[in-house]
C-alpha cells in the first residue's frame, strides 16, 4: 500500500477479511487469542481506512462513488464506519 499503489481488489478483500475477522471476534470469549485478533482485527481496519483516503485522493468522483456503493452494498454504513477510524485518529488534541 505505498504511494499510489491503490488497488480496489485489494481494498475490498481487506474489507472481506476484516468484516470476518470481526464477526469471528465476537464468537470467542473474552480471551488472549481474542484480544489477539482484536489487534489484527485493528491493524487490517487502519489498513482499509487509508486505502479508502487513497482511493478519495485518486479515483474520479464517479469512480469513488461506484467503488463506495460496492463497498456498501451488504452495510449501508460500511465506508464510513472504516473511515471513521482515520479520521479521529487525525483529529488534533483538545
Known amino acids: 500500500m505505498q504511494g499510489q499503489n491503490f488497488s480496489q481488489t485489494e481494498l475490498l ?27 489484527r482485527w485493528a491493524e487490517l481496519a487502519d489498513g482499509v481506512a487509508r486505502w479508502m483516503v487513497q482511493a478519495e485522493e485518486l479515483l474520479s468522483r464517479e469512480d469513488l462513488t461506484q467503488l463506495q456503493d460496492t463497498v456498501n452494498k451488504e452495510d449501508a454504513m460500511c465506508w464510513e464506519k472504516y473511515r471513521r477510524n482515520i479520521r479521529w485518529l487525525n483529529k488534533p488534541a483538545e
Do not use: G, K, N, P
Not at 470481526?22 to 489477539?36: G, N, P, V
Open 13 to 39: 478483500a481487506a474489507i472481506q477479511e476484516a468484516e470476518e475477522l470481526a464477526t469471528h471476534i465476537d464468537t470467542l470469549e473474552e480471551s488472549r487469542e481474542q484480544m489477539d485478533l482484536i489487534y
